[in-house]
């Protein structure tokens, strides 16, 4: 099969355009990925230290590591980990979301290599990366395994792939669509397609079909009576969040 010469979604990319504006409004449209970032967090977090036997007590301990935020929005997740001393490049193909997060960052003192651009053009530019975060990103594009062919060729050899999604059952429609969007209101109504989301199992099938190895996956749970979310090794039927490395 011939790959695509982009994994964009134009439809997908129109609904986050025209949320942009909102990205750091904490009680904004993306008040769910702000309750949900220290959780996201606290993985990323422990898998590159991991990973890369660095001490998250130090000073900038992600200092010489290169990441890549790739489908970054706002910079909600480019922003701590250039505090933490990675050089980052924050990607997105929604053009709007960009001026919105090169704002904030000089606004926080950070520098942050923002650009408007795809997975695929990163790789096909020759760019390499120590890490690439993948998060929230893989259920909203056109093709899932031409897009994850796409952040292996980003990866340095020993790079890290992070990769967040949705898994698709009846529980995470009940939850992700017809609570976040229909009930609670945190979204839209339509920001999510359950037939786009892809189970645990399909992730790592077609993770291990571009030659990335997978290492970890958990649960990203939510709990609704102290409204904050956490880590799961057995809860994986919503929310979840992957690890695999690029052997070669």
């Known amino acids: 099969m011939q ?18 504006a909102e990205w750091w409004d904490l009680n904004g449209k993306f008040k769910p990925l702000h309750m949900l970032n220290p959780c996201r967090l606290d993985y990323i977090t422990s898998q ?28 909600l997740l480019s922003e701590p980990m250039a505090r933490l001393g990675a050089d980052v490049v924050g990607a997105d193909a929604a053009a709007g979301n ?8 000089v606004q926080s003192g950070l ?42 060729d980003l990866l340095r050899p020993g790079g890290l792939h992070i990769c967040s999604t949705l898994n698709r059952n009846p529980k995470s429609f009940m ?11 945190w979204l839209p109504r339509g920001t999510h397609e359950w037939q786009k989301f892809i189970t645990p199992d399909e992730l790592f099938e077609m993770m291990r079909d571009v030659g990335l190895d997978p ?6 749970v939510f709990n609704p009576v102290s409204w904050t979310w956490k880590l799961s090794d057995r809860d994986l039927s919503v929310n979840y969040v992957t690890a695999s490395l690029r052997r070669a």
Do not use: W
């Open 3 to 20: 790959t695509p010469q982009t994994t964009v979604d134009e439809g997908e990319i129109a609904k986050f355009e025209a949320m942009a």
């Open 48 to 75: 590159i230290a991991g990973e890369f036997d660095r001490d998250l007590k130090a000073p900038s301990p992600f200092k010489g590591l290169r990441i890549l935020d790739i489908g970054c929005g706002g910079g």
């Open 98 to 105: 960009i001026p919105v997060a090169r704002v904030h960052a």
């Open 111 to 152: 520098e942050i290599d923002y650009r408007h651009t795809s997975a695929e053009d990163l790789a096909a530019a020759g760019e390499t990366f120590d890490v690439v975060l993948n998060m929230e990103v893989i259920e909203h594009v056109a093709s899932p395994i031409d897009y994850l062919r796409a952040c292996h």
């Open 175 to 185: 939850m992700a669509i017809v609570g976040a969007e229909h009930i609670m209101r």
């Open 215 to 220: 290492v970890d996956r958990k649960g990203m």
